[in-house]
């Protein structure tokens, strides 16, 4: 007997690519969103930094209100915690329980689930600005300078800190990841001009901190919203070298298993 037409349906066979990426970038980001450390991470950890470094004299941020000082520097924060120390965590783990490698055999390709991972972080970050932002405008934080002078940083900040996450998780163990991550979310906390201007460090140490990519956007940002420059194209150089190193380094050596 012969099936008539519309007997299979749906018809067989995988959903167009935009639409597995948009499936996979939706799951991964309920996935963070869900998860407590990750939380704690870009959310939890950020906004706290600001609340208290605001209202509390603990730094001297300068001239001006502590908040238009710490803003810049909690939302270049906000970036490393969910496009790095976040996304090296998570990717190190789904890749220890073969999760990467389950994926990798589905008909999503690998570039495909990079862009996903990529989307998520992107969607995450933008619900993590609108957060502080408002909170910052509620401490009576007044910014300056051009939006998208802001969004190219945001932007290459973003590029920056997830080539070297997905560098860390597809290199190291797991728990050496967890570690790792979570170190150098510490020292650049403290180190890159976050809630510590850069000028506490003395020259030499200005000078070599200054070419971390935390001290670039947050620098960058600083410059933009608090000073009202125009485009910081020290700071954008410095993001694009490491963006374009640690994506480049981390497509050569990552590991799906």
Do not use: C
Not at 81 to 98: D, K, L, P
Request: without cysteine; proline residues 6%.
């Amino acid at each position: 007997m012969t099936a008539g037409p519309g007997t299979y349906t749906p018809k067989p066979g995988a959903a167009p690519l935009p639409r597995m990426i948009a499936a996979q970038a939706a799951l991964e980001t309920r996935m963070l969103l869900r998860n407590g450390e990750q939380l704690l991470l870009t959310v939890v950890i950020p906004t706290l930094l600001l609340v208290l470094f605001s209202s509390v004299d603990v730094v001297d941020t300068g001239e001006g209100k502590a908040v238009d000082f710490l803003a810049p520097g909690v939302l270049a924060l906000a970036v490393m915690s969910t496009a790095f120390t976040g996304q090296a965590i998570a990717t190190g783990f789904e890749r220890r329980y073969g999760v990467l490698k389950r994926l990798a055999s589905s008909p999503l390709p690998r570039w495909g689930l990079m862009a996903a991972k990529t989307a998520s972080v992107l969607v995450t970050e933008i619900l993590q600005v609108i957060l502080l932002t408002v909170i910052a405008f509620a401490l009576g934080w007044s910014p300056h300078g051009s939006p998208f002078a802001v969004v190219l940083l945001l932007v290459l900040g973003t590029a920056a800190f997830s080539g070297l996450g997905l560098l860390m998780a597809g290199t190291l163990k797991a728990e050496a990841t967890l570690a790792a991550a979570n170190l150098v979310f510490l020292l650049l906390l403290v180190g890159g001009g976050v809630v510590v201007p850069l000028e506490k460090f003395g020259p030499a140490g200005q000078h070599v901190l200054g070419l971390l990519p935390i001290s670039a956007l947050s620098g960058g940002l600083r410059d933009v919203l608090q000073h009202g420059a125009a485009v910081p194209w020290g700071d954008l150089g410095i993001l694009a070298v490491w963006a374009v190193l640690g994506l480049a380094a981390a497509g050569k050596s990552f590991r799906w298993e």
